[in-house]
């Protein structure tokens, strides 16, 4: 047996719907709505084939993590776009860079990457394969 593939995850966070609008903002996912087994309407955030499931903090759908808490996932995310024009929408959002871009190592790869938080403070690291050129902060 072996993992074939990815299919999603959950970030707990304080507001789902402030949380899904920054994503689908300033990552240009998608928002979606769907019925859970228990027929609540849950929130989650689509892009590629994957989703986030987002969990309101306190009221977390089981089962959950041991501690599930807002601002406490790091990931990391490749862009299709330059990382210098992706900079400036970002600076023209107010959303500050906290480092970057820097070289590292991906899953498949050199990447370049630069670091922001969302608004519950978890770390996104946002990404371009080496290949594709990072392009510059500016």
Same mark, same amino acid.
């Given at each position: 047996?072996?993992v074939?593939a990815?299919?999603?995850?959950v970030?707990?966070?304080a507001?789902?719907?402030?949380?899904?609008?920054?994503?689908?903002r300033?990552?240009?996912?998608?928002p979606?709505?769907?019925?859970?087994?228990?027929?609540?309407?849950r929130?989650?955030?689509?892009?590629g084939s994957?989703?986030i499931?987002?969990?309101?903090?306190?009221?977390?759908y089981s089962p959950?993590?041991?501690r @599930?808490? +807002?601002g406490?996932?790091?990931?990391?995310?490749?862009i299709?776009?330059? *990382?210098? =024009?992706?900079?400036?929408? $970002? &600076?023209?959002e107010g959303?500050?860079?906290?480092?970057? @871009?820097? +070289?590292?190592?991906?899953?498949?790869g050199?990447?370049?990457?630069?670091? *922001?938080? =969302?608004?519950?403070?978890? $770390? &996104?690291?946002?990404?371009?394969?080496?290949?594709?050129?990072?392009?510059?902060?500016?």
């Amino acid at each position: 047996m072996k993992v074939r593939a990815f299919d999603h995850m959950v970030l707990t966070v304080a507001d789902p719907q402030a949380t899904s609008d920054w994503y689908a903002r300033v990552l240009g996912m998608e928002p979606i709505s769907f019925e859970a087994v228990d027929g609540t309407t849950r929130l989650a955030l689509k892009f590629g084939s994957w989703k986030i499931n987002l969990h309101k903090a306190g009221a977390e759908y089981s089962p959950h993590a041991t501690r @599930p808490a +807002p601002g406490s996932a790091d990931l990391c995310f490749l862009i299709d776009a330059d *990382l210098g =024009d992706f900079a400036v929408m $970002l &600076l023209s959002e107010g959303i500050e860079i906290e480092e970057g @871009p820097v +070289p590292r190592t991906g899953a498949t790869g050199p990447i370049t990457s630069m670091y *922001l938080r =969302d608004p519950d403070g978890n $770390l &996104l690291e946002v990404s371009v394969p080496d290949a594709m050129g990072g392009g510059a902060a500016p």
